[in-house]
């Protein structure tokens, strides 16, 4: 099975009923294999807590760090550098310092695929599922 990356925005919006793409989110099927990053759910629990969503940030979290199908990157120095390299480059076309990490992730892991509603993935050279 082909491990996906799962970006901030599509666990945003599996968990917010008035996101944008809330209903595109739900619909994708939850992938057996998945990657995300520490820093992708810190981003994830802050724009939930933004949105007035807090008790549902802490059931997310709570759950999130249970799920056995899902492996949580945190980032290591090399890890970090690399993402701080390509923001020089991505930065400047809007992909920010969390996409750069979750791009730099992607490469080592040799992951090809995203749930992602962010452009700034196929701008990366990455497919998007959503």
Known sequence: MERVFVDTGY???RLAPRDQWHERAVAEP???????SSLVI???ISLLQARGLFTTALTFLRRIRRQPDLRIVYPEVALQDGAWNLF??????GANAVDCLSFVIMKELSIRR?????SHFR???FEMLT
């Open 123 to 125: 701008a990366a050279g």
């Open 42 to 44: 810190n981003e994830t």
């Open 30 to 36: 939850a992938p057996r294999e998945a990657v995300t």
């Open 114 to 118: 995203a749930l992602t509603f962010d």
């Open 11 to 13: 666990f945003v919006a």
């Open 88 to 93: 020089r480059t991505h930065g400047s076309y």
